[in-house]
């Protein structure tokens, strides 16, 4: 699924009317336009545990070329079907409680949305008269609920990094400030101490990762935040740090590393191994249109959470020669690439500009573990998974070398504006047959640590990931 702005786009309809969303065959480079009423221009969105996938928010209504109503209060649904005729469905306008532009959306335990955050409005920074200080959940639990939070973070306060705890609770941060919250309570559970070095939110873009839940520590929870810029310049440099901190651990602190180059509006991608691949962005400026992000950064970097500090960082990995920084996107597919797109950085769009151009290529970045020994296959893997349910699947290693065989639950999660909204990797219990044919599998123990909705479940052996499955994540309930 593809979603752009009502804008000038090479996806047109039959008619010659722009599109600005598709449904997108990375196969065979086929789309298919998909009508919207709205504008979903810096939207936000995730799935519902039924799979239902909801696009939050947007922008201003667009004259006659595009015919798209305004898109702040919008909440639109799209019920994935494999015959090529499901559409959007919206009931036009005013779904939300409020305006919001910027909003996060994140996927909750119960199935449903947590949508917080945004502006009445458009803005290349936050202001007072247009903020949204409140959350509110879809489906809709009643009107907004401030969260002081927001306010107290203003001016940097836009696409807020929210991600959904084994707790229960939310962490959420914007600016250099982070809680831990109840949002069923509407109440702060803990204060985190600010992050050092520069704002790491919209304009001066970082990104936030959770770090992959694996049952051998009991799901202990830790998030790193990544790249930034010093200021609202155009040649603001770029952030080079990043901060990792564990919310489990009560007397919690940063632990700051090195982000190996300045990186502005990076996506930091969960990879089938559980390494985080950081791709897109650039070296000076600030998130926004026409001429306010220079310099590209067109190198990737991984991270490997599991090692000591000072160990963590592959580097030397091929550049791309592509420009991607506002507006880029990056996403984990089923066959263990990286899917990138986009570059919007110049309004009104334009596709010859120099040298940054407005981006219509895709791009695949294929990970160091497609490079090496034989993949597993993998088959029987059941289509619907229940908390904590047991689970054999047959496996064929390909390989004769000693087996190192690992399990793992991924939502890609929903990627824009350097966000990755639910994106969350949990791994799983996991034991072989003695003939290596059967592997038993043990299913996330509750809703907290793998909300319903799909999943790609991804099996490596020595680290060399199987071609993803798709599986739905059910309730108890
Ligand atoms: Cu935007």
Redesign the pocket.
Known sequence: MVID?AQWNEARFDSGQYAWSTEYDYIDNNYRALHMDTNS??SGGGFLGNGTLVSTGGGERRGRNYKALEGWHSIRMFKPCTNQTCEWSEFSTHQMGVNRW?PTAEQLPDGSLFIIGGSKK?AAVNREEINTPSYEFWPTRGPPVHMQFLVDTMPYNLYPFVYLLPSGHLWIFASRSSIIFDYEKNEIVRRLPDIPGNVRSYPLTGTAVMLPLMPENNYEVEVLVCGGAEGMRRKSRADDTCGRINLSKEDTKWEMDTFVFPRLMPDGVLLADGKILFVNGCQRGF?GYNGRNNDPQFTPVIYDPVKPLGQRWITGLVSSTIARM??SVALLIPDGTVWIAGS?CIDPPNATATPYPTEFRVEYFSPPYLFSTPRPLISNVPTSLYPAQRFAININLQSDSTPDVKAALINPGFS??SLHMSQRYVGLESSLSEDGLNLEVVAPPNNNIFPPGPAWFYVTNNGVPAQGVQVMVKTLT
């Open positions: 702005k221009f810096c910027y458009g998130a506002y507006h919007g824009t504006h």
